[in-house]
């Protein structure tokens, strides 16, 4: 059986990068065995693993690298950086992301997601071993690009995946899928593509890792941190592919009368429609002992590797950072 790993979601909030670097080597000794990185506005998906790299000798990914915002030479390179970092300890996870970050952020065309992460796989295996590659897709060429300092290890590569397309495209291609915003109870269903797709291709099934971040709420459920929470998950599930992967689950019903009100421009209205079962389905919650046990139940589940990520809304910074490392060293699996 796969080992479960606890893995920090970095960077973490109100503390510096450099800062990093303790805090990381104390997860480590509380039993942490990865961190793995996001990148959406705060900082780039590398540079905490560098530091974090370096610190420690933990396991380090990135959840999500974006195979559009990066070249294919550029995202090579910088995976290759990584991986002398931390040799034999960086898992590249990469994905479309949405729309937003592509086109909205960064001038690019959000087209064909799935045959770009595909042939983006696809290069990255050829020239992270160090082939000179020549590479013609439907999304991109490359034309003799070698990598002249590639990794002394081969560099696993994980696919952010959500619905049945990219599922299979993980389990046919990939080392690992990387699940997000999802319930432990809607794990399986994620799992269960992924897991046929690698058998039809005559992968072994059981090879595929499995992991997802966990977005984790520290503060005590009431009026003020249910408004948060509200606020966290409207703006994540009405992008058009979170969305669509809720129907896909099956919270159509749950989730239509928000989704109406934001697509008529009324975002109070839309926060205040998020259900109460459904915050307590996607966020853990709560004391120290509930959200350890939502924890576990993402493992049992079938989950190999959670990806915490811990979120308060306290304003002052000086007990922001306490409430933070106090949850980390609470939720550690040496902890109890």
């Not at 080392?175 to 992968?203: Q, T």
């Not at 059981?206 to 929470?229: C, K, N």
């Amino acid at each position: 059986m796969r080992e479960k790993r606890w893995s920090l979601s970095v960077p973490i909030d109100g503390f510096t990068l450099a800062e990093h670097a303790e805090i990381a080597r104390e997860a480590e000794r509380l039993g942490y065995t990865d961190a793995w990185s996001y990148e959406v506005d705060a900082c780039d998906g590398f540079s905490p693993l560098a530091v974090i790299g370096q610190a420690t000798e933990m396991r380090v990914g990135t959840a999500i690298a974006n195979v559009y915002t990066r070249g294919p030479a550029t995202l090579a390179l910088t995976a290759a950086g990584l991986a002398e970092i931390a040799p034999g300890r960086f898992c590249l996870g990469i994905g479309a992301g949405s729309q937003l970050i592509v086109e909205g952020w960064n001038g690019g065309r959000f087209d064909r997601p799935a045959a770009r992460v595909r042939e983006m796989v696809q290069f990255l295996r050829r020239a992270l071993a160090g082939e000179r590659v020549v590479f013609t897709g439907e999304t991109f060429a490359v034309d003799g690009f070698r990598v002249t300092r590639p990794p002394a290890s081969p560099v696993p590569i994980h696919v952010a995946a959500l619905r049945p397309g990219m599922l299979r495209l993980a389990g046919e291609v990939a080392d690992g899928a990387i699940l997000n915003w999802l319930a432990p109870e809607d794990v399986p269903k994620s799992v269960a593509v992924v897991r046929e797709a690698a058998a039809s291709a005559g992968r072994d099934p059981a090879s595929i890792e499995i992991s997802a971040r966990v977005f984790i709420s520290l503060d005590a459920p009431g009026p003020e941190s249910d408004l948060a929470v509200r606020r966290h998950m409207a703006a994540y599930l009405n992008v058009p592919v979170y969305r669509a992967f809720h129907e896909w689950l099956g919270r159509g019903l749950e989730l239509g009368p928000m989704w109406q009100a934001w697509a008529a421009g009324d975002r109070k209205a839309a926060v205040a429609a998020v259900p109460q079962q459904v915050m307590s389905a996607l966020i853990p919650r709560g004391s120290v002992e509930a959200i350890r046990a939502r924890i576990l139940s993402y493992f049992e589940a079938g989950l190999d590797t959670a990806f915490l990520s811990l979120m308060t809304t306290e304003p002052d910074p000086a007990r922001k950072r306490a409430i933070l490392v106090s949850a980390v060293r609470a939720l550690g699996p040496r902890a109890r």
